[in-house]
Structures are given as C-alpha cells and as structure tokens.
C-alpha cells in the first residue's frame, strides 16, 4: 500500500484568503489526483497532477481557483484560492501505485472551513 | 444524470443482522467497478475491484457482487467496527481510466 500524508489536517479561513495543502507520498508516482468532497456530495475530482508538466483540471474546476504544484515525484501542493464559504469542504490527494491493478490510495484528507 | 447511484444513503443494523448495500451505475462499458470504506476523519480505503458480471469477491464479513446494471456490497453478521460510509465508484472502458464515485452509504451498526 501507498502511505499518503497531507498537511494541514484541518483549518478555518477567512473569506478571501488562500489555503495551500500538502501532499507526500512515501514512494514515486507518476500521477497523483486532488479530490473534493462536500458532505453529502459524490467524491469529485478537481484535477490531476504529472511531474513536469502542468496539471490537468476537470470540468468546472480552474487553475486561478485551484493552483496545483507537482515539483517531485513523492510530493504535491493544491492551493484553494481567494476562498469562500462554498469552499468548505474535505480535499483529498491520491495516488495509484500500479495503474494496472486499479487500487486507488488515498490520503486522510483536509478538512476546510470558511468563514 | 448520475453515473452511480448508492443506496441506501443512510443504514443502521443491529450487530449480527446481515444487510446489503446497491450501487446502480450506467456506463456504456464497465472498465471496472470499486468499493471503498471510509472512516471518519479518513481518507477512502479500497477494497474491492470487480471488473465483470458475475464476478464476487470476499473479504473477511463483506462480499461484492456484480451485474451488468448493479454491484452489492453484502454484509454478513455485522459488528460496530463495520460502522463506516461505504463508497461504489466506476471506470468506464475506452475513456479516462479515473473512475466516477457515487455519494456513498453511511453504515451504523449498533451493539
């Protein structure tokens, strides 16, 4: 299995400010993904991170709002940007370890309140 | 229109009272289709991945099934330590191999 960490674990912010999480993992991976999941809603995918390359986002999720850095191959930030309440939420970063085997890791998840 | 869809969204057994859980999905081609647990303040744990109709696996009190519309996650004699949200999701073939996640089963079993 993949051990993921992520920093911080939780925070309160204010309205208009920025939040940047981390993300480790304790071996290289090629792809690492950053997830949002609001209470009651499906896990969503906000994008997708290589190493060396920008990352690629998903419908409905933009690089000014969400800024994502990949400067390794064990290690990732996501940056919520310019927050407000509706940005309250849980952000989990994943990782595959083999993407033949399909097994999805993922890592304990930052929970984020705006005020 | 949803491409997973779990129900119940909300269960509660008694310890010992075996139950199951449905995730309906709708994909033109099942690449594959996952169960996860997740524990409060966690992150999702895998543990299942079923990739054909007919398929089952087992994994200590939990059994996944599989068919062309639908998975069941089946719970046999339950204990508190099951109590967590259970989360279906789906890969879809010829596509982006990152699967769709439905918005899950919060499972409380009570002693």
């Known amino acids: 299995s993949a051990v993921i960490s992520q920093k911080p674990s939780r925070d309160i912010c204010q309205r208009g400010t920025s939040l940047t999480i981390q993300c480790q993992v304790d071996?290289?991976?090629?792809?690492m993904f950053w997830y949002r999941q609001q209470p009651g809603q499906s896990l969503t995918l906000i994008a997708t991170a290589n190493q060396g390359s920008e990352a690629t986002y998903e419908s409905g999720f933009v690089i000014d709002k969400f800024p994502i850095s990949r400067p390794n191959l064990t290690f990732s930030t996501l940056t919520v940007s310019n927050m407000s309440p509706e940005d309250s939420s849980i952000y989990l970063c994943?990782?595959?370890?083999?993407?033949?085997?399909?097994?999805?890791?993922f890592g304990p998840g930052t929970r984020l309140t705006v005020l | 229109e949803d491409q997973v869809t779990q129900s119940p969204e909300a269960l509660r057994l008694q310890e010992g009272e075996s139950s199951s859980l449905n995730c309906s999905y709708t994909?033109?081609?099942?690449?594959?289709l996952f169960w996860y647990r997740q524990d409060p303040g966690k992150g999702p744990e895998f543990l299942f991945t079923?990739?054909?109709a007919g398929e089952e696996k087992e994994k200590e009190r939990l059994k996944a099934t599989l068919t062309k519309k639908e998975s069941f996650l089946h719970i046999t004699a339950p204990k508190p330590e099951d109590s967590a949200t259970y989360l279906c999701?789906?890969?879809?073939?010829?596509?982006?191999?990152?699967?769709?996640f439905g918005r899950g089963t919060s499972l409380i079993v009570h002693p």
């Open positions: 994909v033109s081609g099942l690449r594959g």
């Open positions: 999701a789906v890969s879809q073939s010829g596509g982006s191999y990152i699967p769709t």
């Open positions: 079923l990739y054909s």
């Open positions: 071996s290289q991976v090629t792809m």
């Open positions: 994943s990782v595959y370890r083999d993407l033949k085997d399909n097994e999805q890791f």
